[in-house]
């Protein structure tokens, strides 16, 4: 098995810190210690894949190096009595696409508290769908919900709409009854987020509101932010009194440019979301019910299927901007 090959795709950095991307040949023997050896069927991309792709020293320290944060196949072999030959898994967060080789390969190796046995109900292909930002964007949902969101308390709010986890909170608030009001600086996707359950749509000025305020009319039960900055900020002046703020994206900005008077005044709950490191417990539940109660039938409509020779193109459009809904890396292990 050690000197069996696959294919990967292999960031490398050039002299003078330029970085160029290929899809090279390599050997299973030469993946980092595991317990758990995958071979991957589809993984995804997301924005934090790009960034590693392209140098960010913030994401991965040392090249070269093989993105991809999210991984979903079969076992191939495993060192534990956990998982068995042949298991149909999910791996995704942690160091995973990091600093330890990731899901833009055909086989990644892993530790054992990294893999998540796949929910019956919802195949391989239809986890990556999901990926990262479907999970990020359930986890946002299930926060608003437990601190007490509810469809009949008025309009909820989801910024960067477009993207991954943006696009997936609106088709999933929706399915789950509420009314969704979309935030999105492309006017071309209006159709793509009406399609998906967005009842209105905002462009980011219009969500960021007056910047000098420091609260703005009482608007949203709710709020899904992926953006961060400007808008986050708009969005929290916004909330009505006692209501939720999921925050889990830095696209536009890591800065907050706010007061304390929307939680001082208005009791507006501001929750942080975390993927990389959550429980394993906690996915474990998030991940059932996604294939259950909350699944999303309408997937097929928000994704790109694409192979590893096209990956190269999709990270550049999605550093300038330019992509929507999910993307989906086949590596040739199943028909999905």
């Known amino acids: 098995m050690e000197q069996k ?32 050896l995958i071979r991957v069927h589809f993984s995804s991309l997301n924005y934090k894949d790009a960034l ?34 042949g298991d149909e898994v999910i791996c995704m967060g942690y160091d995973l696409g990091m600093n330890t080789p990731g899901g833009f390969a055909e086989y990644i190796s892993v530790p054992n508290d990294w893999v998540l046995a796949k929910p019956a109900g919802i195949s391989l292909y239809e986890t990556m769908q999901i990926g990262t930002a479907g999970f990020t964007a359930a986890q946002c949902v299930e926060r608003l919900i437990s601190l007490g969101v509810r469809p ?18 609106v ?15 492309k006017e071309s996707e209006h159709a793509f987020l009406q399609e998906l359950g967005a009842v209105h749509i905002l462009t980011r000025r219009q ?8 609260m703005l009319r009482e608007r949203w039960a709710g709020v899904v932010d992926t953006v961060g900055g400007e808008v986050l900020a708009g969005a929290v002046k916004a909330t009505q009194y006692g209501g939720v703020v999921a925050c889990c994206g830095n696209v536009a900005s890591g800065d907050l ?3 304390v008077y929307p939680f001082i005044l208005r ?29 999303l039938t309408m997937l097929d409509g928000l994704t790109t299927r694409i192979s590893l020779d096209q990956l190269g193109q999709y990270i550049e459009a999605m550093l300038a901007g330019k992509t929507t809904g999910r993307i989906v890396v086949d590596l040739g292990g199943a028909a999905g």
């Open 5 to 36: 090959r696959f294919k990967a795709l292999v960031v490398r950095e050039d002299e003078g810190q330029l970085f160029h991307r290929t899809v090279e040949e390599r050997r299973v023997g030469e993946l980092p210690p595991g317990e758990v």
């Open 52 to 85: 590693s792709a392209n140098g960010n020293r913030g994401i991965t320290k040392t090249y070269p190096h093989t993105p991809g944060i999210d991984a979903a196949g079969v076992v191939a072999a495993s060192a534990t009595g956990q998982f068995n030959e």
């Open 152 to 169: 009949d308390q008025g309009p909820v709010l989801v910024t960067g709409a477009t993207g991954g986890v943006g696009s997936t909170a």
């Open 171 to 185: 088709a999933l608030l929706s399915k789950l009854g509420f009314q969704v009001t979309a935030v999105t600086g």
């Open 207 to 214: 969500a960021i509101g007056r910047v000098s305020a420091a």
């Open 257 to 259: 440019p706010l007061t």
């Open 267 to 295: 009791g507006v709950c501001l929750i942080g979301i975390d993927s990389a490191s959550c429980p394993m417990v906690r996915r474990e539940e998030i991940w059932q019910q996604l294939a259950d109660g909350w699944r």
